[in-house]
């Protein structure tokens, strides 16, 4: 999978056209234990939540403090994010999530209570007061998930066809294959062409 350097960490190039679809994609191949993880760190996590502007670069720098006075609390946290991941991601794939379901609303619910509305800025925005914590990550990317799913966005989710990959994005034409044509899309084709060429060669 294609990956950049954002903030001097290594994460998954975007392809999914939703931020709670870009933390799924942040596991490539979810389909077996042979897999690529990119949230390594609990730093890794704070900087996609940057990157896809679901938190500033003041509460990065507060989290990045704390992670670091804090590292144990931090690896924990970062367990919550992975939890969060992989239940949105039964969600969306699976018709029967379960247990999974059960504990995203949960999470969003968490998350729901640990913000509160202020009224409105002076640009008419809406404001928020944030708790700021080692679960900040968890919450924004908890209310992330809800976005998408309580979105028309939510119901145009597909997962790449590619082997090995399995990574989410929106697709509301329904006629998009792949994450990326540029990888998944052509290493397939160049697979299928290999297997025909194989086959052509054992049939004569």
Request: some cysteine; proline content about 4%; aromatic content about 6%.
């Amino acid at each position: 999978m294609a990956a950049r350097t954002v903030g001097g960490l290594t994460l998954p190039v975007p392809v999914a056209g939703h931020p709670a679809l870009e933390l799924c994609n942040t596991r490539a191949n979810w389909t077996s234990a042979d897999y690529r993880e990119y949230l390594v760190s609990f730093d890794h996590a704070v900087t996609l939540a940057v990157d896809r502007e679901l938190m500033d670069g003041t509460a990065a720098r507060d989290l990045a403090a704390r992670a670091a006075a804090e590292p144990r609390a931090a690896e924990v946290a970062l367990g919550r994010v992975l939890v969060l991941r992989r239940d949105l991601y039964a969600v969306l794939t699976d018709p029967e999530p379960g247990a999974a379901a059960r504990r995203l609303d949960r999470a969003m619910l968490a998350a729901r209570r640990r913000r509160h509305f202020l009224g409105r800025d002076e640009a008419g925005a809406p404001a928020w007061s944030q708790v700021i914590d080692l679960d900040t990550p968890l919450d924004v990317f908890a209310r992330a998930a809800e976005d998408l799913l309580t979105t028309a966005a939510g119901t145009h989710v597909r997962a790449c066809g590619g082997t090995g990959c399995g990574w989410l994005f929106t697709d509301p034409s329904h006629r998009r294959r792949w994450c990326s044509m540029q990888w998944c899309g052509n290493r397939e084709k160049a697979r299928r062409h290999a297997a025909r060429a194989v086959h052509g060669r054992t049939a004569t």
